[in-house]
Nanobody, 115 residues
């Protein structure tokens, strides 16, 4: 059974930094691309960043240069380092992976950026 468990969210002031983590189980982690998505109130869930099994990364334009996605295959963990946070980054952040045709999601972690 695939499980994704996020942690590390919280309240931070504008301009601050935060790192969220996601521990995966039930998959051969090193073989899977991992993604971070976010959903703000009243908005659709959007892709923030993705990292492939080989370590290639891709980012939404809105976070390029501020956020960094990374992975530690020994710990089955994917990270999202968020710097220079803005109030518009406020959202629930979700970890995602796919196995076959199925998408898997964590429970989400709240990130709130105060102005």
């Amino acid at each position: 059974q695939v499980q994704l468990v996020e942690s590390g969210g919280g309240l931070v002031q504008s301009g601050g930094s935060l790192r969220v983590s996601c521990v995966a189980s039930g998959i051969i982690f090193r073989l899977h691309a991992m993604g971070w998505y976010r959903q703000a109130p009243g908005k659709q869930r959007e892709l923030v960043a993705v990292i492939t099994s080989g370590g290639s990364t891709n980012y939404a334009d809105s976070v390029k240069g501020r956020f960094t996605i990374s992975r530690d295959n020994a710990k089955n963990t994917v990270y999202l380092q968020m710097n220079s946070l803005k109030p518009e980054d406020t959202a629930v952040y979700y970890c995602n992976t796919r196995r076959g045709l199925a998408d898997y999601w964590g429970q989400g972690t709240q990130v709130t950026v105060s102005s």
